[in-house]
């Protein structure tokens, strides 16, 4: 596979894509806890805010082409925890590792957020899958930035609060990206020491009940519900 250095000025190397055919393309997603995804398509992995043991989790051993990182925070940027000699895609910008194509841009800060705070969601085009990772979202998207996230497929957003936003805004969010399936993130589990809230408040606040937790998603186009669909996942980080 050729390598070349397209934008040295960030220090992203971009890679030459595989042949892979968009329409039979399969994301396999796996909640590691907290914000911590891994993404897979074929051989190609993304891991998303590792967290550091600390956390009162360990996400167990976990390789990667790329690593994304929201913000500084040590609960979301761990890499060291991720083998494999990632490269790391941190804050805004556009990136690409072995044809999946990543992009971030800055979030709306709180009024009180400073510099170290700012927080990064990235989407990732994974052959004609179209994913977000929210972060440590504080405050509500703007009308552009929302408008500019189109045509969604998957969110990961958080429900837990405190940090970030409150249940009522996350449905506000929700209901303006339009996904087809919204999998929450970051919110209180067993072992997980941090002060957020559980999960329950943002279900019920969402009209669900009885919802049954799996594993891990494993998604192409055509499998996508015809209407937007809440995914719970297992953490599958165990307790450190």
């Given amino acids: 596979m050729r390598v070349k250095l397209l934008n040295p000025a960030r220090g992203v190397q971009y890679d030459t894509p595989h042949r892979t055919s968009a329409r039979r393309c399969t994301v396999e997603i796996v909640w590691l806890g907290h914000s911590c995804f891994r993404l897979r398509q074929d051989d190609v992995a993304i891991v998303t805010d590792p967290f550091p043991p600390s956390l009162g989790l360990s996400p167990g051993e976990v390789e990667a082409s790329a690593v994304t990182v929201s913000n500084d925070h040590p609960n979301h940027c761990n890499v060291s925890a991720v083998g494999g000699n990632p490269r790391i895609f941190a804050g805004p910008g556009t990136y690409e590792r072995e044809g999946v194509h990543v992009r971030g841009?800055?979030?709306?800060?709180r009024d009180a957020d400073t510099d170290d705070l700012r927080n990064t969601a990235f989407i990732f085009n994974v052959g004609n899958l179209?994913?977000?990772h929210l972060g440590d979202v504080r405050a509500p998207l703007t009308p552009a930035m929302a408008a500019d996230v189109n045509s969604l497929h998957i969110l990961m957003v958080p429900v837990g609060g405190n940090c970030t936003l409150p249940v009522p805004?996350?449905?506000?969010?929700?209901?303006?990206?339009?996904?087809?399936?919204?999998?929450?993130?970051?919110?209180?589990?067993?072992?997980a020491r941090v002060d957020i809230g559980t999960l329950e408040p943002f279900l019920k606040e969402m009209g669900l009940r009885d919802v049954?937790?799996?594993?891990?998603?494993?998604?192409?186009l055509s499998?996508?519900?015809?209407?937007?669909?809440?995914?719970?996942?297992?953490?599958?980080?165990?307790?450190?």
């Fill in 105 to 109: 841009f800055l979030t709306p800060p």
């Fill in 169 to 191: 805004q996350v449905l506000e969010l929700i209901r303006a990206l339009e996904p087809r399936v919204v999998i929450p993130m970051h919110y209180k589990i067993p072992g």
């Fill in 223 to 240: 499998s996508l519900p015809q209407e937007m669909k809440v995914v719970v996942l297992t953490a599958q980080g165990q307790q450190s």
């Fill in 212 to 220: 049954e937790p799996q594993p891990r998603l494993s998604v192409t």
């Fill in 130 to 132: 179209t994913l977000c």
